[in-house]
Structures are given as structure tokens and as C-alpha cells.
């Protein structure tokens, strides 16, 4: 006799686990090894929004804190420590930035998913030149833009863990080269503030949506075991001075050049 209809609709449906959120559920696993605090500030940058808006250069959000951030990075060294575990405890300092970026798009079947990009070197890199990578990232096939994830994440679940482990816990150089010094995980553009999200890098960047005072909220989630909360401040201080002057002046140069 088949089920009552009422019953079966009340129902839940189990499934196995989708393949294209193994990455998600090892970065929750390693993340929740990093004693993490955030740091919030709110930013004045009605004079970049206007910048942006008036430039014509096509520059995103991401990629102008990304920037900024890694200039800030570039003075304030510590920001680019990872701790290391083994074989003893150290701390290592890659000697530029490597920023993970989050992105979210469909793969060829369709289905919502995460992929991260990675930009080596943003503080020497032009504005305009990330803003091509980042595009590449969000338009390319996933095979090409998130080649090295894909092949990880297609390891079984032993391999996977083995891999996570060593690059998280014995080797700055590997982590900073595949993992990131920072990250950027913002849901800025859907007018949200993620203010708490998984790291695995020494510092995480996520800014809300530009008010139409001009001002936004920034986070700054941070590594406790490479950094204190002064560290994390100044960070966040530098970032608005970077973001109000030097990316304005990027902004504005260009577009007097195409003027003239």
C-alpha cells in the first residue's frame, strides 16, 4: 500500500553532498581551527564613489578595496605574516600580497557555486589590469578560471585533507602562493554586509553597500595568532586614507588623460 499523500509530502528529501561544495566545507573545517576577531570601521567615500562614477576606466568595487588593501599591506608588513605550526611555531612573511578573491557564479551545469581568484602582487598591478583578471575569473570557463581548485577539489576526501593540512600548518610560502596573505568576501553589490565569514588567510576584507551619504561599512576579520587588534585598526585607518587619496588620484589621472 503506497504511503498517505499527506505523509509523503511532509517528507524530507536527503541527497548526497554536491561535489562542488567540498571546497566550501574544507575552508569551514580549517577556518574554524583560526582563533578570528573583526574589526569594523565605517569609511567617508563619497569622493571616490563620485571618482568611480565619473571616471572612464569601468573600475569595481573589489577591485579598488583589493588595491587599496594591498598597498596597505605594503606598509604595514605584518599584515602579510602567516602563522605557521609545524615543525615549530613561526610566523612567515611572504614578500608581496596574494589576494583570494570570492566569487559567485554557475558552473557548465548550471548549479550556484563558489570559485576564488587569485591576484599575485595587486600593490604593484594597475587598476585596470586586476579588473581584467577579475573579469576573467567571473566569465571564464571554471575549468580555466579555477584550474588549480578544480583539481583539488576532485580528490577524494583523504587527499583532500592531507593537502589542506600540510599547506595550512607547515609551509607560509605554499599557503600565501595557493591559499592568499588576504581575502576579499564581500556582498556589498547585493546591498549586504557580511560582517562574519570563514578564514584562512591571515586577514579578511568585506565592505556593505555605498550609502548615498557616501559612507560604508568595511570589516576587517583577523588572524589572532599573526596580529592584535592595533594591527587590524591601523589596517583599516591606512585602507580609508589609500581608498580617499591614491585611488581617487588613479581614477581621476586616467580620466584627464582620455580628456586631453
Not at 600593490?123 to 567571473?138: A, G, K, N, V
Not at 593540512?165 to 547585493?190: P, V
Not at 553597500?209 to 568595511?218: A, R
Request: with cysteine; hydrophobic share 40%; aromatic share 8%.
Amino acid at each position: 500500500m503506497s504511503d498517505d499523500p499527506i505523509q509523503v509530502r511532509n517528507k524530507g528529501v536527503r541527497r548526497s553532498f554536491p561535489k562542488y561544495r567540498q571546497t566550501v566545507l574544507d575552508i569551514a573545517r580549517e577556518s574554524q581551527r583560526i582563533p578570528s576577531f573583526p574589526i569594523v570601521r565605517r569609511m567617508r567615500l563619497g569622493e571616490l564613489d563620485q571618482a568611480k562614477r565619473e571616471s572612464s576606466m569601468k573600475i569595481g568595487w573589489t577591485t579598488l578595496f583589493g588595491r587599496a588593501y594591498a598597498l596597505t599591506c605594503e606598509q604595514l608588513p605584518e599584515l602579510r605574516d602567516l602563522f605557521v605550526a609545524y615543525p615549530t611555531k613561526q610566523l612567515y612573511r611572504h614578500p608581496h600580497t596574494v589576494a583570494s578573491i570570492s566569487i559567485h557564479r554557475h558552473d557548465n551545469a548550471g548549479f550556484e557555486r563558489l570559485i576564488w581568484g587569485r591576484w599575485c602582487n595587486a600593490e604593484s598591478t594597475p587598476l585596470i589590469q586586476l579588473q581584467d583578471q577579475l573579469h576573467f575569473f567571473c566569465q571564464a570557463p571554471i575549468e580555466q578560471a579555477y584550474r588549480e581548485g578544480m583539481i583539488l577539489e576532485r580528490r577524494n576526501p583523504l587527499m583532500r585533507r592531507i593537502a589542506w593540512w600540510w599547506i595550512m600548518n607547515c609551509s607560509g610560502r605554499k599557503r600565501a602562493k595557493h591559499i592568499g596573505t588576504f581575502s576579499i568576501s564581500s556582498l556589498g553589490g547585493q546591498g549586504a554586509f557580511n560582517l562574519h565569514h570563514p578564514l584562512i588567510t591571515s586577514s579578511s576584507l568585506a565592505f556593505g553597500p555605498i550609502h548615498d551619504s557616501g559612507e560604508c561599512e568595511v570589516v576587517l576579520i583577523c588572524d589572532h595568532r599573526a596580529m592584535d587588534g592595533m594591527i587590524g585598526a591601523k589596517a583599516l585607518q591606512h585602507l580609508e586614507n589609500v581608498l580617499c587619496n591614491k585611488m581617487v588620484n588613479e581614477l581621476s589621472v586616467k580620466t584627464n588623460c582620455v580628456a586631453a
